[in-house]
């Protein structure tokens, strides 16, 4: 399929491993002009130069962190104007007792999985704005609406930018601007596996994958019977960042094997 944005620029936020990735490569096959920020160098220059590699295209690494204001001043100066935006964040670990939540957990989640995107997409959306045209796809997570205890460091503040990109999305649509949400469940990703030992405390069970692999198993059932890698996700995520999706205003689409049991 023809997604029709060959030539057009592209941020990936969080672009060097997991569902950015991922989300990286199929932009970068559809031909835009693609930045990829993360903190992480030595794997983001080396993500950047295998996807150039790969698809032919400009591929530019900035090395930065979007939760701080420093690292988002970093991706303004070195993308001015970019036509599509997509952003992802790592995936937090589990926090294990609700009760054992502190203060500064909450500032820092909040930090990162909700400022951090508000004010990338603050910045630029009266830059779309005034080329009458954007996308803009935040890959987040199907707890923003499914919650769940354990993983009170990612879904709370996820909610709250999934009701701000709702609002939003309504005031922006007649510029040409369409902004939507991807809410992943349950993938193996580079992101998951660093987390292994923050599970295993967590859940109380032996600190190695496949006893993390098999407590999901048997507690988390999805109706697939397996758990999604990054490129199950990632094709959606390029539509919505394609002019094919212009009538597809402020959608949170889930994506987890059929294991969230909602209409909506």
Not at 54 to 74: H, L
Not at 112 to 140: C, D, F, Q, S
Not at 172 to 195: C, D, H, K, Q, W
Not at 225 to 247: K, V
């Amino acid at each position: 399929m023809d997604l029709k944005i060959s030539g057009k620029v592209a941020i990936m936020a969080g672009g060097s491993a997991g569902m950015g990735r991922a989300t990286a490569e199929r932009l970068a096959e559809a031909g835009v002009k693609l930045y990829i920020s993360a903190r992480r160098e030595k794997r983001l220059v080396r993500a950047a130069s295998e996807i150039s590699s790969k698809y032919g295209v400009k591929v530019t690494p900035i090395i930065a962190d979007s939760s701080t204001e420093e690292g988002r001043n970093t991706l303004f100066s070195a993308c001015p104007s970019p036509d599509i935006l997509a952003i992802t964040i790592k995936p937090p670990p589990p926090n294990g007792n609700f009760l054992d939540v502190t203060p500064q957990m909450w500032r820092d989640s909040i930090e990162t999985a909700l400022i951090g995107p508000i004010e990338i997409m603050r910045h630029y959306i009266p830059i779309m704005k005034n080329k009458n045209w954007g996308r803009i796809v935040n890959i987040a997570t199907f707890s923003a609406k499914n919650p769940m205890v354990w993983r009170l460091m990612s879904g709370p503040a996820r909610s709250a930018l999934v009701n701000f990109t709702a609002s939003v999305s309504r005031e922006i649509a007649r510029y040409g601007v369409n902004i939507n949400n991807i809410l992943p469940g349950m993938f193996a990703t580079e992101g998951s596996s660093e987390n292994t030992e923050a599970y295993a405390r967590a859940f109380n069970i032996k600190a190695d994958e496949d006893s993390v692999t098999k407590h999901f198993s048997t507690h988390n059932t999805i109706p697939t019977g397996f758990a999604g890698i990054a490129d199950d996700m990632a094709p959606m995520a390029a539509l919505l960042c394609s002019p094919l999706s212009r009538y597809i205003v402020g959608q949170n689409i889930v994506i987890d094997g059929g294991q969230h049991r909602s209409l909506f």
